[in-house]
């Protein structure tokens, strides 16, 4: 699992650990766009840590 603290309900998921910051990044990337779409500012990111429980 991972998650993008800076974006609140923004999780994913993958089978590996590649996979699943492979799947964060998409997941990102289409949160960001669609809050652009919407007109709504994008929050700044608040953290600089990456956690993976294996």
């Known amino acids: 699992m ?4 800076s974006l609140a309900g923004c999780i994913s998921q993958g089978a590996s650990r590649e996979e699943a910051i492979a799947n ?10 669609a809050l652009e779409q919407d ?5 700044r990111e608040r ?3 990456l956690l993976v429980a294996v």
């Open 2 to 5: 991972a998650e993008c603290p």
């Open 24 to 33: 964060a990044r998409e997941a990102v990337a289409a949160y960001v766009q």
């Open 39 to 43: 007109g709504l500012p994008v929050p």
């Open 47 to 49: 953290f600089d840590t």
